[in-house]
C-alpha cells in the first residue's frame, strides 16, 4: 500500500471501510469507543448543567428582594450548595474529559485510549455520582448545606441525628467522583505518552493535546488530597473520628488545606483545556498559523507546575502567618505570566488575520474577553490587601463566575459548535448559534457584572436576605440570570434539530488543520485504517495560510 502526503501528514491512499456509531442504542452501552464514551460524558453533564441551572435561577429568583420570601432558607442553603457541586463535578470536569475524551485519541493518531474498558468504568461512575447527588434530595434534612466546600465544623452538623444525611451522602459522591476523575487522568496520560503517531514528537502535537496533558498531570497530583479529605471528613461523620472535629481535638483548618491544595489547581484543570480548545479555534477563523506554538505548549506545562503552590491564597483570613501570605501572593500573581503569554499569543493570532466570525470564533473571542476581565480581578484577589477586603462578598463570586461561565462555559460552547459536524456528520444553523451568542455573552455580564460593585460596597455572599441598598445590583444580576437561563433554549432546538436533520457536513467545513478533520465526519470506529504517519509542525507552521485538505476530495 502506498501513502500519499497530504498536510505534514502521510495517510493511506484506500478509504476506511469501517464504519461510524451509528445506533443510538451504542450511547446507552458499555461502550468502549472513544468517541461514545466522549459524548456519553457530554450528554450527561449537559443534562447536569441545565439542573445546576435551575437551581440558580431560584436562587437569582431569591435575591431579587432584600427578604428571604421565595424558598426556605434551608432549601436555598441545599440549592446553593447543589448548585456549585453539580456545576463543577458534574458540568465542566465531565464535559471536558468528554470533549478530550473524544478529540486526542483523533489528534494524535491513536484508535482509542490506553485502556478503554477503564475509560468506560470512569464514565459509568458520573451517573452515579450524580444519582447520589439529587438523591440526597430525598433523605431527612434534605441535600447537604454546607457549600460545595463543605467546611467543618460546619459540615459536621447532623441535626436529624441520622447516619445517611445528606452530608455524608453529598461526601461519598465527591469521593467517587474523585476516583473517577484520577482514573480518567491516569488513562489520558498514558495514551498521550505511549501512543501518538510515528513522528508525533511532543512538539507537533497539537495544543489541545498539550493542554488535556497538562490538566490531567494536575488531576494525578493533587486530586487524591481532596479526595482523601472528603473521606476523611466522611469518617467523622459516621465513624466517629476526629480529624477536622474541633470539639474532639480535631483542627478543622486541616481540611481546607486539603480542600484548595486541589481545588485551586482545579481551576486549571478547568481551564487549560479551555485554553487549548482557544488555541485550536482562533488559527482557523483567523486564517494565520498560531503565534509562538512552542511558547504556547510550554506555558501549559509552567501553569500546571505553578498551580501547585498557590492553594493558601484563599486561606489569608485563616489565621495564615504574614510570611506565608507574601509566599502565597507572589506565586499566585505569578500564575499571570504563562497565562499572559497565551493571551499574547492569541491576540497575535488574530491580529491581522482574515477573521471568520463564525459561531464557534464568536463563543471564543467571548471567552477571551471575559477572561481577560476574569484575570484583572483574579490578580487584585492575589493582592493580600484586596482579598480581606473582599473576602466572602460577592466580589469573588463574580470573579469566579467570570471564570467558570464567561470563560469555561463559553470556551465549551465554542468547542460544541466547532467539532458538532465531526461528531455527528451534521451542520449547525448559524442563524440558532449566533442567537444563542448573543443572549449567553449578555446575559452572562449582565448576570456577573454587578457582583463586582456589590462585592465592594461589602454583601456578603451565601445569603438569601440582604439590605436593601443592595437590592439594585441584585435586580440587574437577576434579570441576567434569567436571561442566561433562556439562551439555552436556542442552543438545544439547534443542537437536536441539526442532529436529527441537518445538512450533512463534509469532512472538513472549517479547513482546519488536524489529524481530526483528515477522516470522515463521523469518524469510523477504529479512527484509521492506518496509523497516519506525521512528517511537518502542527498548525501550518512556518506558512502563511493553513492549508488542509478533505480525504473525500
Do not use: C
Not at 471564570?403 to 461528531?423: C, N, Q, R, S
Not at 437536536?496 to 488536524?514: L, T
Amino acid at each position: 500500500m502506498t501513502n500519499v502526503p497530504i498536510e505534514g501528514i502521510l495517510l493511506p491512499d484506500e478509504k476506511h471501510n469501517h464504519e461510524s456509531p451509528s445506533n443510538w442504542k451504542e450511547y446507552f452501552s458499555f461502550s468502549t469507543d472513544h468517541k461514545v464514551i466522549g459524548i456519553q460524558y457530554l450528554v450527561t453533564s449537559f443534562f447536569f448543567f441545565l439542573v445546576g441551572g435551575i437551581f440558580a435561577m431560584v436562587m437569582r429568583g431569591e435575591l431579587m428582594t432584600p427578604e428571604s420570601d421565595l424558598v426556605d432558607r434551608t432549601i436555598y442553603n441545599g440549592m446553593f450548595t447543589m448548585h456549585g457541586t453539580v456545576m463543577l463535578f458534574l458540568w465542566t470536569f465531565p464535559s471536558l474529559v468528554g470533549f478530550a475524551n473524544y478529540l486526542v485519541p483523533l489528534m494524535i493518531g491513536a484508535r482509542d485510549m490506553a485502556f478503554p474498558r477503564l475509560n468506560a468504568v470512569a464514565f459509568w461512575m458520573v451517573p452515579v455520582v450524580g444519582i447520589l447527588m439529587m438523591g440526597s434530595f430525598f433523605v431527612p434534612g434534605g441535600p447537604a448545606q454546607a457549600g460545595w466546600w463543605s467546611y467543618p465544623p460546619v459540615s459536621l452538623q447532623n441535626p436529624t441525628g441520622n447516619l445517611i444525611n445528606g452530608q455524608v451522602i453529598w461526601l461519598l459522591a465527591v469521593a467517587i467522583s474523585g476516583v473517577s476523575s484520577i482514573m480518567g487522568a491516569v488513562n489520558f496520560v498514558t495514551t498521550i505518552v505511549k501512543m501518538r503517531a510515528p513522528g508525533m514528537g511532543f512538539f507537533k502535537m497539537p495544543l489541545f493535546v498539550w493542554a488535556v496533558f497538562s490538566a490531567q498531570i494536575i488531576q494525578l497530583f493533587g486530586l487524591p488530597a481532596l479526595t482523601a479529605g472528603a473521606v476523611m471528613l466522611l469518617l467523622d461523620l459516621t465513624a466517629g473520628t476526629a480529624f477536622f472535629d474541633p470539639a474532639k481535638g480535631g483542627n478543622p483548618v486541616m481540611f481546607e488545606h486539603y480542600f484548595w491544595f486541589y481545588s485551586h489547581p482545579a481551576v486549571y484543570v478547568i481551564i487549560l483545556p479551555i485554553f487549548g480548545i482557544f488555541s485550536e479555534i482562533f488559527p482557523v477563523y483567523s486564517r494565520k498559523p498560531l503565534f509562538g506554538y512552542k511558547v504556547v505548549a510550554v506555558s501549559s506545562i509552567l501553569i500546571a507546575a505553578v498551580s501547585g503552590i498557590v492553594w493558601v491564597h484563599h486561606m489569608y483570613v485563616s489565621g495564615t502567618p504574614g510570611w506565608m501570605r507574601l509566599i502565597f501572593m507572589l506565586t499566585t500573581m505569578f500564575v499571570s505570566v504563562p497565562t499572559g503569554i497565551k493571551v499574547f499569543a492569541w491576540v497575535a493570532t488574530i491580529w491581522g488575520g482574515k477573521l471568520r466570525l463564525n459561531t464557534p470564533m464568536l463563543f471564543a473571542l467571548g471567552g477571551l474577553i471575559m477572561f481577560v476581565f476574569a484575570g484583572i480581578t483574579g490578580i487584585m484577589l492575589s493582592s493580600v490587601p484586596v482579598d480581606v477586603h473582599v473576602n466572602n462578598t460577592y466580589f469573588v463570586v463574580g470573579h469566579f463566575h467570570y471564570v467558570l461561565y464567561g470563560t469555561v462555559t463559553m470556551g465549551l460552547f465554542a468547542a460544541i459548535y466547532h467539532w458538532f459536524p465531526k461528531m455527528t456528520g451534521r451542520m449547525y444553523s448559524e442563524s440558532w448559534g449566533k442567537i444563542h451568542f448573543w443572549l449567553a455573552f449578555i446575559g452572562t455580564n449582565l448576570n456577573f457584572l454587578p457582583m463586582h460593585p456589590l462585592g465592594l460596597q461589602g454583601m456578603l455572599r451565601r445569603v438569601a436576605s440582604y439590605a436593601p441598598e443592595y437590592q439594585f445590583w441584585n435586580i440587574i444580576a437577576s434579570l441576567g440570570g434569567f436571561l442566561l437561563g433562556m439562551s439555552t433554549l436556542p442552543f438545544i432546538f439547534n443542537m437536536v434539530i441539526s442532529w436529527m436533520q441537518g445538512e450533512k457536513a463534509p469532512n472538513n467545513p472549517w479547513r482546519a488543520i488536524g489529524l481530526e478533520w483528515m477522516v470522515s465526519s463521523p469518524p469510523p470506529v477504529e479512527n484509521f485504517e492506518e496509523i497516519p504517519i506525521i512528517i511537518s509542525e502542527p498548525y501550518g507552521y512556518g506558512k502563511s495560510e493553513p492549508l488542509t485538505a478533505n480525504l473525500s476530495e
